[in-house]
């Protein structure tokens, strides 16, 4: 993950990040982690949880989203940039999330699918996927900040998004919960906070 983050704000988002715009990113992403085990914790049995289906489906759908922001910032970096390819992809990324909960809690016996839907955790897990989500998102914003993004409130959202997304990713070594209709619907709520923070941050901080 933060090879591919920073690897990206080197290779991808042009020449003006290359002075230690890798470096502040990998600074966000470090300070992800860090709230992550130490003010949250990992789950204790997260060695024998990392080969679970539900697990690895965590991971995948984070990675997902996060190449998806990736393009998205990348693309809005630039001046008048668009992010039409990121735009046409997450539909389908959060679209199949939504099939595959409505799989899950249709072949669940009914009371089973408010556990799978509600968890222990329904209403911390968006807020705390936006507290690791934080220093990723300052970083990225310091990032783009060097750059000319001409549309910042969608600069900003797509930064939080992909601030988010990550934040899922890591957030998944500490999450208890493995249903994936849950998955689906809170961790996509978490990005979408971080998403939305973004987007109000974005026309302050990205003013030219």
Same mark, same amino acid.
């Given at each position: 993950?933060?090879?591919?983050?920073?690897?990206?704000? *080197? &290779? !991808?988002?042009? &020449?003006?990040? &290359?002075?230690?715009?890798? !470096?502040?990113?990998?600074?966000?992403?470090?300070?992800?982690?860090?709230?992550?085990?130490?003010?949250?914790?990992?789950? *204790?049995?997260? =060695?024998?949880?990392?080969?679970?289906?539900?697990? *690895?489906?965590?991971? @995948?759908?984070?990675?997902?989203?996060?190449?998806?922001?990736?393009?998205?910032?990348? %693309?809005?970096?630039?001046?008048?940039?668009? $992010?039409?390819?990121?735009?046409?992809?997450?539909?389908?990324?959060?679209? /199949?999330? +939504?099939?595959?909960?409505?799989? +899950?809690?249709? %072949? =669940?016996?009914?009371?089973?699918?408010?556990?799978?839907?509600?968890?222990? &955790?329904?209403?911390? +897990?968006?807020?705390?996927?936006?507290?690791?989500?934080?220093? @990723?998102?300052?970083?990225?914003? $310091?990032? #783009?900040? %060097?750059?000319?993004?001409?549309?910042?409130?969608?600069?900003?959202?797509?930064?939080?998004? /992909?601030?988010? =997304?990550?934040?899922?990713?890591?957030?998944?070594? !500490? +999450?208890?919960?493995?249903?994936?209709?849950?998955?689906?619907?809170?961790?996509?709520?978490?990005? #979408?906070?971080?998403?939305?923070?973004?987007?109000?941050?974005?026309?302050?901080?990205? %003013?030219?």
């Amino acid at each position: 993950m933060t090879a591919l983050l920073c690897g990206s704000s *080197q &290779t !991808h988002l042009g &020449t003006p990040m &290359t002075s230690g715009g890798g !470096h502040i990113i990998r600074a966000g992403l470090i300070g992800a982690a860090a709230i992550m085990l130490l003010a949250l914790g990992p789950r *204790q049995d997260w =060695a024998a949880m990392i080969g679970s289906v539900a697990f *690895q489906a965590k991971l @995948v759908y984070a990675a997902a989203l996060v190449l998806a922001g990736l393009e998205a910032v990348r %693309r809005l970096a630039r001046p008048s940039g668009r $992010a039409v390819r990121a735009s046409r992809v997450l539909p389908i990324i959060f679209g /199949l999330a +939504c099939v595959v909960a409505i799989v +899950c809690l249709m %072949r =669940a016996a009914p009371e089973d699918r408010r556990g799978l839907l509600l968890g222990n &955790t329904a209403l911390v +897990c968006p807020f705390l996927i936006g507290l690791v989500a934080a220093p @990723v998102l300052a970083s990225l914003l $310091a990032v #783009l900040r %060097r750059l000319a993004p001409t549309r910042p409130i969608r600069a900003g959202a797509a930064a939080g998004l /992909l601030a988010g =997304a990550a934040a899922a990713f890591v957030y998944a070594f !500490h +999450c208890p919960e493995s249903g994936l209709p849950f998955v689906a619907l809170w961790y996509t709520a978490g990005i #979408l906070l971080s998403s939305a923070i973004g987007a109000a941050m974005g026309p302050q901080v990205l %003013r030219w």
